[in-house]
């Protein structure tokens, strides 16, 4: 926390140094190679240990007076889940209620060993849906890409029903329209944060 780290990186090695968050990375892999290529508006999740969001706007990477933490967004709980969540900073945040440890906490067993609970990918999709809507509500990305522990794929037709019913009716685009390509998997087999430090070192030389 408060190190200097493009600092230090830039004097040992006496080159252009690129920094951002890994998630604005991996989003940025994505707008450059992957599955949001052309487009200027996008949000990318990363579900797993923690939960982060990289977004871009009108074709720039949003930072202000920060970076965005989305992941910490405040939830409802959905009825009858007992679970006050894991984040030790707001207990009822997204990443509280729905990233890998909290999966772990709730249910006492590793997320990558709960594949054929669909109590726990219900319950999952409830809170990941409740996230992305009110993205969509704030931001309108023209496209919302997925990783992490979204390796359980099961999860996407549950995501998508889940926020067509909350947005219910209220916006109508040709996005939601086919939303099996508006909330998607990740496309770059894993790379697409390395591929987006790429295009940061490419970017720190113009």
Partial sequence: KNYNIVGVINEALKIPVGFDTD?????????????AKGLTDAAYFTIGTGIGAGIMSNGKLIHGMLHPEAGHMLLTPVPGDS????????????????SGPAIEARWGIKASDLSLREE?????????????????MVLSPQKIILGGVMHQTQLFSLIRKKVLKRIHGYIVTSELNDIEHYIVPASLNDDQGIL????????SLL
């Fill in 23 to 35: 998630v604005n990375g991996s989003l940025l892999g994505e707008i450059t190679w992957g599955c």
């Fill in 83 to 98: 679970y006050i969540g894991k984040c030790p900073y707001h207990k009822n945040c997204f990443e509280g209620l729905a």
């Fill in 120 to 136: 726990v990918w219900e319950l999952e999709s409830e809170y990941i849906a409740q996230a992305l809507v009110n993205i969509i």
């Fill in 196 to 203: 987006g430090g790429i295009k940061l070192a490419v970017d």
